[in-house]
T-cell receptor, first 111, second 112 residues
């Protein structure tokens, strides 16, 4: 079974700082997704990464994919309080729309 | 464009009862997948339907079942509810195979 690991599980950072969340997965896949979840809410799609070397940026967030290393990163630049949420990566298995989710990273940005 | 609609949003059931949850995907999307989210197990895949056919099934007991109708709406059913079934159940809508998932607001099920 495909395994997806995220680290760190918890991240507390000061406003204005930079940090990276890591997502490792166990078998070959060219499709990786990042989602955000606010407390009590559903999952909001952030990025869709569909090939090796893919890099996408939206505001203070940038995601990249290295399929050879089976690694994706979500980089946060100059964090602001509004970015506080739980972030999940998910890998698409080869058998259709079956996503394998990481454990999530709970991010708290402190003023 | 309407998003993914899940009903009901909240449910409280008693152990041993059964429950049916509903999901209406984005118009034009033909695939629906279901996930269970709990603090202990995280997000786990339940099953996926495409054109009324179950294509994938996660590692859940047979008490969990689902179906998809010709208009792509999907339902999932849990019979003989257990306390451990308390969770947020999320439905995702996909345009087709191996495509991005758009999630509904979820149904919060509490089993007492």
């Amino acid at each position: 079974e495909l395994k997806v690991e995220q680290n760190p599980l918890f991240l507390s950072m000061q406003e204005g700082k930079n940090y990276t969340i890591y997502c490792n997965y166990s078998t070959t896949s060219d499709r990786l997704y990042w989602y955000r979840q606010d407390p009590g809410k559903s999952l909001e799609s952030l990025f869709v990464l569909l090939s090796n070397g893919a890099v996408k940026q939206e505001g203070r967030l940038m995601a990249s994919l290295d399929t050879k290393a089976r690694l994706s990163t979500l980089h946060i630049t100059a964090a602001v309080h509004d970015l506080s949420a739980t972030y999940f990566c998910a890998v698409d298995g080869w058998t259709g729309n079956q996503f394998y989710f990481g454990t999530g990273t709970s991010l708290t940005v402190i003023p | 464009k309407a998003g993914v609609t899940q009903t009901p949003r909240y449910l409280i059931k008693t152990r041993g009862q059964q429950v049916t949850l509903s999901c209406s995907p984005i118009s034009g999307h033909r695939s629906v997948s279901w996930y269970q989210q709990t603090p202990g197990q995280g997000l786990q895949f339940l099953f996926e339907y495409f054109s009324e056919t179950q294509r994938n099934k996660g590692n859940f007991p047979g008490r969990f079942s689902g179906r998809q109708f010709s208009n792509s709406r999907s339902e999932m059913n849990v019979s003989t509810l257990e306390l451990g079934d308390s969770a947020l159940y999320l439905c995702a809508s996909h345009m087709g195979p191996n495509t991005e998932a758009f999630f509904g607001q979820g149904t919060r099920l509490t089993v007492v």
